[in-house]
């Protein structure tokens, strides 16, 4: 099979344009977060449901992560990054207009996961293609930034405009419709870098024949794949979830009415902290051979799922934030170290499938609020949490081993 060549070299600001599509995926992924507490509220859900409806977006994640990318590899980012971009829009669409009933969240949680999951693992991939001559790091940080600033912005507008706004189960996702509206037009001037492949017979039974293929991790790394990357990963938004879905349903009698502004300040500083560490996590990374940054995330889960552990016995609102920042810093460096492990392993023919296969892992901690939930009929939080905590510190124990005794990754060309 061969593709066409493109005649056309990317403009050195070509990438601006998916990493806005990459912001506004972001957006609509995590804007529902921090109106947990309003679905309950006002619509009379119980934790376990809410806690569902983020499941459902997990469930939608995967096989946008997983079939995205090989799909993008074969036919193009753009064709599959414009479709993502618009499912974001029209997940918006039903949450917007779906009054608050149980099944059009349901609904429009899984598309916009779908969303995200294309956003992830085509536009990190088209991002670093776009970036060709930049430092090495440079293009899985400018990846991550533009997704973690929607996760971040997304939370605390949706959460304000619920709090303060009219029509709260309304006006947050309208909001997002009206940017996201003109994105897909712009994606359509970013030169493609994967042109479509020619010659095949047929291109559904050739990617499905190529795509355990495509999903495989390359290896001479899979060694520093298992004893690295997997431990860390789920943790990346396991933090996340342990932040700013579990916190503030445990401790938000202490701040009576202002329990949604508050579910929507630790969303903000979660993902501030995971910006502002991201230029440490460089550092880290390129600084450490022996693999120091994934050894830092996993240090700073630790503490932060300690401190989640003592406040299900305190329930203090302070120390919930003081956890929240901690596991911000520990999700910014891990996801920043997990994409650049990933970069380094993947062949030049598959980067966004195995980019998919690492966000896939990342997002099956976000499951983690809901299996606490589901089993806190039997077991109190400060058990499940201290179990947290102790998976924290054997992952820690992994990864540390397996940074020592392996080496990364060759970088792909």
Not at 113 to 122: C, P, Q
Not at 149 to 173: D, I, K, N, S
Not at 268 to 274: A, I, K, P, R, S
Request: charged share 10%; net charge positive; glycine share 12%.
């Amino acid at each position: 099979m061969l593709r066409n060549p493109s005649s056309v070299p990317p403009r050195p600001t070509a990438w601006r344009a998916v990493a806005l599509a990459m912001f506004v995926c972001g957006w609509g992924g995590n804007q529902f977060t921090p109106l947990l507490l309003m679905y309950r509220r006002l619509g009379g859900y119980s934790a376990l449901s809410v806690d569902a409806f983020l499941g459902a977006y997990v469930v939608g994640l995967v096989p946008g992560l997983l079939l995205a990318g090989p799909v993008s590899d074969r036919r193009g980012r753009r064709p599959v990054l414009v479709a993502g971009t618009a499912a974001s829009a029209v997940a918006s669409l039903v949450l917007c207009f779906g009054g608050g009933s149980a099944w059009p969240i349901y609904a429009g949680r899984l598309l916009t996961g779908v969303a995200v999951g294309i956003a992830m693992a085509v536009g990190t991939s088209w991002v670093k293609e776009l970036s060709s001559g930049a430092d090495r790091a440079l293009p899985a940080r400018r990846a991550s930034l533009c997704q973690t600033a929607g996760f971040a912005l997304g939370a605390g507008v949706a959460g304000a405009l619920a709090q303060w706004g009219p029509w709260p189960m309304v006006t947050p996702y309208a909001v997002h419709v009206l940017l996201t509206a003109a994105v897909p037009v712009l994606l359509l001037r970013v030169p493609e870098t994967r042109p479509p492949l020619r010659g095949a017979v047929s291109p559904r039974r050739g990617l499905l024949r190529a795509l355990p293929a495509d999903l495989r991790v390359p290896a001479p790394a899979r060694r520093r794949f298992r004893l690295v990357v997997l431990p860390m990963a789920p943790w990346v938004f396991g933090s996340a979830g342990l932040a700013y879905a579990v916190m503030p349903q445990l401790v938000g009698f202490r701040v009576g009415d202002w329990g949604l502004a508050y579910a929507t300040g630790l969303t903000v500083l979660t993902l501030g902290m995971g910006l502002a560490v991201q230029p440490v996590a460089k550092k880290l990374h390129a600084a450490a051979r022996a693999g120091r940054a994934p050894v830092a995330a996993m240090t700073a889960m630790l503490a932060g799922t300690a401190l989640c552990a003592a406040n299900a016995v305190l329930l203090s609102a302070w120390l919930a934030a003081a956890a929240a920042a901690v596991l911000g810093a520990a999700y910014g460096i891990a996801v920043v170290s997990g994409l650049l492990e990933i970069q380094r392993m993947a062949g030049p023919d598959d980067p966004a499938g195995l980019t998919g296969v690492y966000y896939t892992l990342a997002y099956a901690g976000f499951l983690l609020p809901a299996l606490l939930a589901s089993l806190s009929a039997w077991l109190s939080y400060p058990v499940m949490l201290t179990a947290v905590a102790g998976a924290a510190l054997l992952c820690l124990a992994l990864v540390a081993t397996g940074a020592r005794v392996t080496a990364p990754a060759g970088t792909s060309g």
